[in-house]
Structure formats: C-alpha cells, structure tokens
C-alpha cells in the first residue's frame, strides 16, 4: 500500500511533475467533454485537419512573439473556412478537400520551422512540452481551456441537437450556421488547450478515444460525458506518470494508455462490447 | 387574418446551383386537413419541404404559414418536421422523452432547462402515441412503429400547427400505418395542417381529405375526390398510370 501511495506522491514533490500532472488532468478533461460532441458528430477527420492545420500558426506566434494560441486558433479557423471554401466551389469532394488543405498547412509549419531554429522547438511544437511548460503556457491553457468548458455549458443542449437532429434545430428557428462555426470555434480552442500536453500529431487522439470509449458505456449523454471525463482524466494523470517513471514522451504515453483502455472497453463493455455482443448473437442463435 | 390559409405558397421557384428544382408552384392548405404530396423521385417533393421549413430561399415567389413570413414562423415553432427513418442515428445516445423534450427547445431560455409546463406537455405527448412504457428507452431500442410515434410526440409536444411528415408509412406493419393514421385524423380533428409525402398511393385515397400533384411544379391540388383522378396520376408519373385502387 505504502509502495502505492509513494508511486504516486514521489514524483508531485518536484514542482515540474506537479504541474504537468495537473495541468494534463485539466486538459484531459476539456478534450474529454469535447471529444463526445466530435464522435457524435462524426469529426474525427476535421479534429486531424484542424490540429496539423495550427502549425504555422503556432511557429508564427513564437516568431513575431505572440501568445500562440493567438496563432493556433487564427490557422484552426483558417483551414476550416478554406475547407469549406473549396468543398463548395469546386466538386472535389470533402474528404479529399481536407486531405488536401491540411496537409498544406502543416506542410507551411514545417518549412517555418527549419528556417527559424533556433526560435521554435520542432519536436515540442509536434509532439507536447507538459513536463517543461513555462508559467505563462499554464495560464493560457487554463484561461482558454475555462473558456471552452463554459461555452460548451451553457450551449450543451443546442449543440447536441446540433449533432442528433439539424433539421429540427433548423424548423424551430435555431440557427444551425452559427452552431456550425460555434463547435468549429469549440475545436480550435481545444486544440489549442491541448497542444501543450501531447502536441499537433497526438491532439485528434485525446478528441475522438475518449468519447468513443463512452459511447460504448452508455445510451444516455449525460453518462457519456461523465464516462468520457473520468477517462480522459485519467488517462492524462497516468500517463503522465508513466512517462515519468519511463521516462519516455508524455504525450505518447497518455495515448497508449487511452487507447488501451479504449481496446479493454472494446471487449467488456457490458451491452455494447464484443463480449457481449456475442453473447446476444448467441441467444439469438 | 382569419381567411388566410395555413400554408400558402405562392409562386415558388427554388433553384439549385443553376438547376431548377420546383418551379413556379402554388398551393394553398386550410386549416384541419390532412394532404398526402405525391410524386416520384426527384419530382420535387423534398424541395417543397424545404420551402415550407424556411431551409431553402426561393428566387421567386414566397411561403407563408399562418400569414406569417417562414422567419417568424419557425421563431414560434409553428412547422414541426418527423423525419424519415433512414435520416435518424439510432445509435445516438438519447432517450425517447429526451427527443420528445427537443421539440420544446423553442419554448425555453438559452440553458434549455425544462420548466413543468414542458414536463406536462412532453408527457401528454407522449401519452398521446402511446409511447409512455417506452419514454425511457434509447431511440434504437424500439421497433418501425415506436420510432415513428416517437417522433410525432416531439412534433405534438412543439404544439406546431402545420406537421410535414417524410415517408412515415416506410418500414412499419399495417397495425402501426392504421395508428399513425388514426393519429393523424386525430390531429386534424384538432385543427393541424398536415402534409404527408408518401409513395404509398392507396393509402392517400382513404385517409387523406386534399392530394397534391408536384412533378418540377405543383400540378394539382385540392379535395380528394375532386382530384385524385387517372389524369392527374398519369401527368404525376410521366405519363405511366401507377396500379392504384381508386374509390370513387
């Protein structure tokens, strides 16, 4: 017991462990409440093409010394506006549209990244910094991530309708275009909460696992975004101690252990896992 | 105001990237009538739902319900719209009464917390259809049947006066069509407007009182007996007579 106890508490004695600790809890729990929106949605795709689509938006910020967040949220919107651009005056069709502009973008980050060195750290950019995040990227991230949380409150009911029944919104005067861009606007921001912890090419992962592991648990949404959070938070600490005792990448790490826990809820899930499933096909039978 | 029909579509074209997809139609709906809209695929059947809910901007001509411009129309929840089944995520995690309370959500403030008055009317709703056994469960629990009578309880529980019904005949056994039906002569008793598109012909002949003909325009419409006639099945459907039983 005591081993346990000291597994946990040992690390959290530095200041840096304690910080990347919470702020991974925090940011896992963000993405968590998102992630059930975006499976519900169907956005996995646009989660990948947003969060590749920041990179010269962040490598810019660093440059010209903004917050980057700043720079993340101006590209996030960017690449979705020019999503839609091209979708609709063109007839090429969306998967290949966002295929297309995000891998651009990142393209773009890439190339700014090599020419400035010695300002940005490549591999921090693409995959997370949380043992080393300075003072002030913990304040921009619980600003914005405190942000989002509220949004997401205060509109769940008209964004989940967003997601069930657009029609229905639609007929009874809600006004879907600017539902649209309000989740859009939801996934910049998350993004950009995010990328601190795991990085660019890890982000889709902490927007999709843990809302798809809750859609297994559960028929009901408000179940689903709890299931969805304790996960996702979860996941984040653990794998933050991990990397830790491992000393391998953080973001890495939160990943696996997400989507270990996705692939056991993917077998015992008791009315939507394989097991069970089986079970009915076999009383079926 | 009081000779004003329910819905009144006056000369609406509706185009699509250069295409047009309805043009110049008019029709004209009472107040208490149920209008079965029938025409084949592409004929512009969803075009003319689209105008009626205000999703679509005709370029010409303009739709109103109850008198009142389509905007304002939907800000009073007057259109209520039952999908069809193939349009529904059944896996959607969401219960009957909480697709039945969705249809509330125009009554209540920005946090779409439920006051008692949309309780009340959410489960008189669902009494209604006969649905309350089954308010608790999740949407893809139930049978053709249920999921139908679960959505017309969110569009009674959204109290709209004009209900535009998709296929709702498709995918259900002969028991549920006669409830569905019963229901909506129930519903017309009332004083709602109804529009039902279906390809089910024989079942516009017994329980609809007005049919309407669209094929790229609106070609006829009005009583049941006045218009349901070879002719107009013949015009409806290209020229081809479809196998109908007309009980005239």
Redesign the interface.
């Known amino acids: 017991m005591n081993a346990i106890v000291q597994w946990f508490v040992a690390p959290i004695q530095y200041d840096f462990m304690l910080k990347a600790v919470l702020v991974s809890a925090f940011v896992g729990m963000v993405c968590a409440v998102l992630s059930c929106y975006m499976t519900?949605k169907g956005w996995a795709l646009m989660g990948d093409a947003v969060s590749h689509s920041v990179t010269p938006g962040v490598v810019l910020a660093y440059i010209l010394n903004l917050p980057f967040a700043l720079g993340a949220f101006v590209f996030g919107i960017g690449s979705v506006l020019a999503i839609g651009f091209i979708k609709s005056k063109t007839r090429i069709k969306e998967d290949t549209v966002i295929g297309l502009v995000f891998t651009g973008f990142f393209a773009l980050g890439l190339v700014l990244i090599s020419k400035n060195p010695s300002n940005v750290d490549l591999m921090h950019i693409l995959f997370g910094n949380v043992l080393g995040i300075p003072m002030h990227d913990i304040i921009q991230t619980l600003v914005i991530g405190s942000i989002t949380l509220a949004i997401i409150l205060?509109?769940r009911?008209?964004l989940?309708?967003f997601?069930?029944?657009p029609?229905?919104a639609?007929?009874?005067?809600?006004n879907t275009t600017a539902l649209y861009y309000t989740l859009l606007t939801l996934l910049s921001l998350t993004i950009v909460v995010a990328l601190q912890a795991v990085g660019i090419i890890l982000v889709v992962a902490m927007l999709v696992t843990p809302g798809a592991i809750a859609?297994l648990l559960?028929?009901?949404?408000d179940?689903?975004m709890i299931f969805a959070v304790i996960s996702g938070i979860f996941s984040s600490v653990m794998g933050t101690y991990v990397s830790y005792y491992l000393d391998a990448s953080t973001g890495g790490c939160i990943v696996v252990l997400q989507t270990l826990i996705f692939v056991i809820t993917m077998i015992l899930a008791p009315k939507h896992g394989l097991i069970a499933r089986m079970r009915k096909q076999s009383i079926i039978e | 105001m009081q000779n004003l029909s329910r819905i009144q579509v006056e000369n609406v074209t509706v185009t699509y990237n250069g295409k047009v997809a309805l043009h110049g139609a008019t029709l004209s709906l009472n107040k208490g009538s149920i209008a079965g809209l029938v025409g084949m695929n592409g004929s512009g059947k969803s075009t003319l739902f689209k105008a009626i809910m205000g999703f679509v901007q005709p370029t010409t001509g303009r739709v109103l319900i109850n008198g009142l411009p389509i905007r304002q129309a939907q800000k009073r929840g007057l259109v209520a719209y039952v999908p069809q089944s193939e349009e529904v995520d059944w896996n959607f995690p969401i219960s009957v009464s909480d697709v039945v309370m969705m249809g509330r959500y125009g009554y209540m403030n920005i946090l779409r917390i439920p006051r008692n008055s949309d309780r009340r009317m959410v489960a008189e709703s669902l009494e209604r259809v006969q649905m309350t056994p089954f308010k608790d469960r999740q949407i893809g629990e139930l049978s053709g049947g249920q999921k139908k009578r679960a959505f017309l309880a969110r569009a009674l529980a959204q109290q709209g006066s004009v209900i535009l019904l998709d296929e709702p005949f498709t995918g259900v056994d002969v028991k549920t069509e006669k409830a569905i039906a019963e229901l909506l002569i129930e519903l017309r008793q009332q004083g709602h407007t109804i529009l039902v598109s279906t390809h089910d012909l024989n079942s516009v002949a017994t329980f609809c009182d007005q049919v309407v003909f669209i094929n790229q325009t609106i070609l006829a419409y009005g009583a049941t007996q006045d218009v349901f006639t070879p002719e107009n099945l013949t015009r409806t459907f290209g020229g081809v007579m479809p196998n109908v039983q007309l009980n005239q």
């Open positions: 519900l205060v509109l009911k008209d989940l309708l997601c069930f029944d029609t229905h639609q007929s009874i005067g809600l859609y559960s028929d009901r949404f179940h689903m």
